[in-house]
């Protein structure tokens, strides 16, 4: 399907999914929201794709959901539309795994679609901020929720109080980010973890990032209880003989997601 708002390409296993709307710092409206939830959700479904990363440009992930669009909504539209709802739990469902490839400013929306994918990894220009307290009104699509799950308390209500932003080495020292890369060197980077990611079993990937996830809704006995149910599970895969037996006779292994 052609988009208007993002560019997909897909090469050897990982699907890459560039945020487009330069002339906004791909600021997020209706269009791109819909369209990257129908390209994450095409991609889930492409048995070729086993790992996916969303970027911007250099300038920009995301600086935010669109303000022109928002800026004279009323109450009763934002609810009855459910405004970003939809779209937003699509891509939250997608299975397979998604790293975000920050570069420049991820702010409002923006930071929470880069707090939506699994990981991210960050330039060392890369900005994150929840701004939206400046425009009267707070996060709309979880940035309160994830971003106090990710930094903790202390720094999620300095940036979510204040808006102020925080700088690529903050973001990693408090645990949003995964890495920080130079500039110049995202793009290659946030591919070649996608593909070591594409390289694994795809049954354990997804079983890996079930767990996690699973953490964030449920308390530590049942996490732990969901997590052995799962790794026992594995041991009826062919990808799990396959995997230990590689490692045993010390060959790389061939993985073929059964
Ligand atoms: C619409 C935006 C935009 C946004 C930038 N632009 N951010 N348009 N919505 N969120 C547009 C500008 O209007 C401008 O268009 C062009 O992009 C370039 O931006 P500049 O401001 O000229 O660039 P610069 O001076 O470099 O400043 C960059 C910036 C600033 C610091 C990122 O643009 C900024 O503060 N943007 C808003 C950030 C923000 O408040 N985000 C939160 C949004 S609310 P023109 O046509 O003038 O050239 C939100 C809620 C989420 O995200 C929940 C939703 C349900």
């Known amino acids: 399907m052609a988009f208007e708002t993002i560019n997909v390409e897909i ?19 209706s269009q791109l929201l819909t369209e990257l939830s129908k390209a994450l959700a095409e991609a889930d479904q492409n048995d070729k794709v086993r790992c996916i990363v969303v970027t911007g440009s250099e300038k920009a992930f995301a600086a935010g959901a669109d303000i022109k669009e928002m800026s004279e909504k009323s109450f009763v539209e934002m609810y009855l539309s459910d405004y ?15 790293i975000a490839a920050v570069s420049g400013y ?3 929306g923006g930071c929470e679609l880069a707090m939506m ?3 991210i990894i960050a330039s060392d220009t890369a900005k994150f901020g929840q701004p939206e307290i400046n425009l009267g009104v707070i996060a709309g699509i979880g940035g309160t929720q994830r971003l106090t799950r990710a930094v903790g308390k202390a720094k999620s209500m300095d940036m979510h109080l204040t808006g102020r932003f925080m700088e690529a080495e903050e973001a990693e020292r408090s645990g949003l980010v ?5 500039a110049k060197k995202l793009k290659e980077e946030a591919l070649s973890a996608a593909q070591k990611i594409a390289e ?3 049954v354990s990937v997804i079983a890996a990032k079930e767990a996690v996830n699973r953490s964030f809704e449920t308390t530590l006995a049942e996490g732990i209880q969901f997590e052995r149910r799962l790794f026992n599970g594995l041991f009826a895969t062919e990808d799990q003989k396959e995997g230990m037996a590689a ?7 061939q993985f073929r997601d059964r």
């Open 178 to 182: 995964s890495r920080v890369v130079p």
């Open 247 to 253: 490692f045993l006779e010390k060959r790389e292994p």
């Open 117 to 119: 994918c699994d990981f």
């Open 84 to 98: 970003f709802g939809t779209e937003t739990d699509q891509i939250t469902k997608t299975r397979k795994p998604i």
């Open 200 to 202: 694994k079993s795809q």
């Open 106 to 108: 991820a702010l409002g």
């Open 11 to 29: 090469d050897d296993s990982v699907a890459l999914i560039t945020l487009n709307r330069p002339e906004a710092l791909n600021a997020l409206n």
